[in-house]
């Protein structure tokens, strides 16, 4: 069965962070490929300063360079807003595939505020991986407060398509700083690069 870790997100823009968490899961969690899930729109982030979908998809693809990182707008294709919509359309249409949701630390915080996220953690499970400043809340977060029942030994991470569901791992990774807030805070034209001009 093809081992496939799922990394969402909006990539505004995309940033060695999000490729170091990846390589990191291919390689912790013995994975095939990793797929980037850029989002049309995240329902909870403002539409405001987010920059056009084929702006952020071709910011992800000149991040990624990796044969086994995927980038693709495919919540765009299936008509999807929600993690846990999205993830059961992918199941149902790759049925041999095992998925994984690969989290970084900061997403934990929020968890608990996306739709229908404990059905989500029934449907697959999730790897957290460490970023810096956001670790400690991670953990006092109410999503994990409820999911640490269902936590797994890192050591133990490559036998996750074996786990039932719910199931939690946490990654202690090397730490990579960048953010894209920082990214645009420093570089308000960031767009400009990946725009195309006719």
């Known amino acids: 069965m093809k081992r496939v870790g799922l990394l969402g ?6 940033h060695a962070g999000h490729r170091h968490i990846s390589i990191e899961a291919l390689r912790r969690l013995q994975l095939d490929e990793v797929w980037w899930l850029v989002s049309p729109q995240n329902p909870l982030k403002s539409a405001a300063g987010m ?4 702006v952020r998809l071709a910011s992800a693809r000149a991040v990624a360079r990796h044969p086994r990182i995927e980038v ?12 846990v919509d999205t993830v059961t359309a992918l199941q149902a249409r790759t049925p041999k595939t095992a998925f994984i949701w690969l989290a970084g630390a900061d997403i934990l915080p929020e968890l608990h505020r996306w739709h229908r996220w404990r059905d989500l953690l029934h449907r697959l499970p999730i790897a957290v991986l460490a970023r810096p400043r956001y670790t400690g809340s991670a953990m006092r977060s109410p999503a994990m407060a409820w999911a640490r029942r269902w936590r797994h030994p890192a050591g133990t991470a490559a036998d996750w398509p074996d786990w039932p569901t719910p199931a939690i791992v946490v990654l202690d ?15 308000p034209g960031w767009t400009r690069r990946f725009t195309t001009q006719d």
Not at 9 to 14: D, K, L, Q, R, T
Not at 51 to 54: I, S, Y
Not at 76 to 83: D, E, W
Not at 173 to 183: G, V, Y
Request: proline share 11%; hydrophobic share 40%; no cysteine.
């Open 9 to 14: 997100g909006s990539f505004n823009p995309a």
């Open 51 to 54: 920059a056009p979908l084929a």
């Open 72 to 83: 693709t707008a495919i919540e765009a294709k299936l008509g999807t807003r929600f993690a």
């Open 173 to 187: 990774t090397p730490a990579n700083p960048q953010s894209a807030t920082a990214i645009r805070n420093e570089n």
